[in-house]
């Protein structure tokens, strides 16, 4: 297998059911799938045995204790059978070539850093209501960006741009240098050299990508951009955003100390 696709999932099965239909699209077959459920739900539990899956597949739980997405995550990187490591969250849908993208820019010194278009509620349940619509929505988006894109944000991060065409130059130049935890990927060896998501934050937001940013930076990794290429259309939901400051003290405090390796990550350092 040349890739793990890790699905970040907490208890929403109908948004997991059309993530996994997406992948039956996939130009690029040969990955495994792992989904790392932030707890212990059943219902979860008894869908995913019974779902159809193309490709090996893994379901990581934990003892449901609020956010501690980063923990199963760890498990998920322990858990991975290949070297390329490629990120995920349970409410994001992927175009036909993410996959591929991600493999085609793949490099052991290069952390691939993409972006998602917010899909609308009426284009979200556009492609709920069928597997198949699933491959119309590239000429869906198209029309609404010429025509109006309605209430869709970030349109222009959801239309593909082949990076072998005559437009292939436009990729290239749309830069990137911030992790976003939904679209993000790299080997096993860039997250083992900094051991790993840092445990240490249990709220939502900062910990599970921004703090990646700065510990890939500083342990000389490059930041690569695959806007326009690996494409996530992000399926739309009521957000329950929380404050971050806490999130950011404890970031700034880390940052501080200059150090790359988290002590609460893969391995448990005192």
């Keep these: ?11 929403n099965i109908t948004f997991l059911k059309s993530i996994l239909d997406s992948l039956k699209f996939q130009t690029e077959k040969d990955f495994e799938i792992i989904i790392a459920e932030d707890g212990e739900n059943t219902e979860m539990k008894n869908f995913i045995n019974q779902y159809n899956f193309e490709q090996d ?16 995550l760890n498990k998920a990187i322990l858990a991975s ?27 052991e010194k290069s952390i691939l850093a993409g972006k998602r278009v917010k899909l609308d509620d ?9 597997a198949n619509n699933i491959a119309k929505l590239q000429n869906k988006l198209l029309i609404k960006m010429i025509f109006g894109k309605g209430k869709i944000k970030f349109i222009e991060e ?56 700065w510990r890939f930076e500083l342990a000389g990794y490059k930041h690569v951009s695959v806007r ?21 003290e404890i970031c700034r405090n880390k940052k501080n100390q200059n150090r790359f390796v988290c002590k609460n990550g893969l391995l448990k350092n005192d």
């Design 81 to 107: 059978k290949t070297d390329w490591l490629i990120f995920i969250d349970g409410d994001c849908i992927l175009h036909h070539r993410f996959i591929e993208m991600h493999l085609f820019l793949a490099d």
């Design 158 to 213: 959801g239309l593909f741009i082949s990076p072998f065409g005559i437009l292939g130059l436009i990729p290239r130049i749309r830069k990137n240098d911030k992790l976003v935890g939904s679209n993000m990927s790299f080997s096993k060896s860039a997250i083992k050299a900094i051991n790993g998501f840092d445990e240490d934050y249990i709220l939502p937001a900062v910990g599970e990508d921004y703090d990646l940013t």
């Design 57 to 72: 597949f893994q379901h990581i739980t934990q003892k449901d204790e609020g956010w501690r997405k980063n923990k199963c």
């Design 1 to 11: 297998m040349k890739a793990s696709l890790i699905i970040a999932v907490y208890k």
């Design 122 to 130: 009426e284009t979200s349940q556009f492609v709920l209501s069928s």
């Design 228 to 248: 326009s290429m690996a494409i996530q259309y992000h399926l739309h939901h009521i957000e329950n955003w929380i404050n971050q400051d806490e999130n950011m």
